[in-house]
Antibody
Framework: EVQLVESGGGLVQPGRSLRLSCAAS????????MHWVRQAPGKGLEWVSG????????AYADSVRGRFTISRDNAKNSLYLQMNSLRTEDTAFYYC???????????????WGQGVLVTVSS | SYVLTQPPSVSVAPGETATITCGGN??????VHWYQQRPGQAPALLIY???GRPSGVPERFSGSNSGSTATLTVSRVEAGDEADYYC???????????FGGGTKLTVL
């Protein structure tokens, strides 16, 4: 059974940093691209960042580029999102998602974690 | 940047057919995926690559994509289909994944 479990969320002040983790199991993690998608409370889905299977290609939404860094450790079956210079508008549920593809982002996200809440507030 | 446009809401009576559209510039040349998100749950892949159905998704759900509009069709709508539905593409030119704004399906 595929499982994606996010952790690391919480309440943080504007301007501070937070690191999210996603522990993957039930599939060969190193064979697939992975993504972070967020959803502000009561709002729609917003893609944040994606990383190909070997970290050879990384992409970011304009809203987070330069502040967030995605990474993965295939030996630990883990995906990460380092979030710096956090803003109140970054408040959202953050989901880890598995791509159908390995080397591209065009295949759709066939598994999602349950999400972790990040609240940016003073 | 590439934009996907969905109607905010669609309402349909049980047993009827719901049609949810996703508009985008020449979207027919892209590969479209659809997600269902029930209240309080994570999104789930509903349709991939325009019309593919993951294992476990009922045949009542179907997708199509041509020209400037992709369409999700839900036949014989049931109360349990009440959810938010999102379309998604990969915008290779902008090197980003794009989601539509979402459509809330209400079963009357």
């Amino acid at each position: 059974e595929v499982q994606l479990v996010e952790s690391g969320g919480g309440l943080v002040q504007p301007g501070r940093s937070l690191r999210l983790s996603c522990a993957a199991s039930g599939f060969t993690f190193e064979d697939y691209a992975m993504h972070w998608v967020r959803q502000a409370p009561g709002k729609g889905l917003e893609w944040v960042s994606g990383i190909t299977l070997n970290s050879g290609a990384i992409a970011y939404a304009d809203s987070v580029r330069g502040r967030f860094t995605i990474s993965r450790d295939n030996a630990k079956n883990s995906l990460y999102l380092q979030m710096n210079s956090l803003r109140t508008e970054d408040t959202a549920f953050y989901y880890c998602a598995k791509d159908i593809s390995g080397y591209s982002y065009g295949g759709g996200f066939n598994y999602w974690g349950q999400g972790v809440l990040v609240t940016v507030s003073s | 940047s590439y934009v996907l446009t969905q109607p905010p809401s669609v309402s349909v009576a049980p047993g009827e057919t719901a049609t949810i559209t996703c508009g985008g510039n020449n979207i027919g040349s892209k590969t479209v995926h659809w997600y269902q998100q029930r209240p309080g749950q994570a999104p789930a892949l509903l349709i991939y690559s325009d019309h593919g159905r993951p294992s476990g998704v009922p045949e009542r759900f179907s997708g199509s994509n041509s020209g400037s509009t992709a369409t999700l069709t839900v036949s014989r709508v049931e109360a349990g289909d009440e959810a938010d539905y999102y379309c998604q593409v990969w915008d290779s030119r902008g090197d980003r994944v794009v989601f539509g704004g979402g459509t809330k399906l209400t079963v009357l």
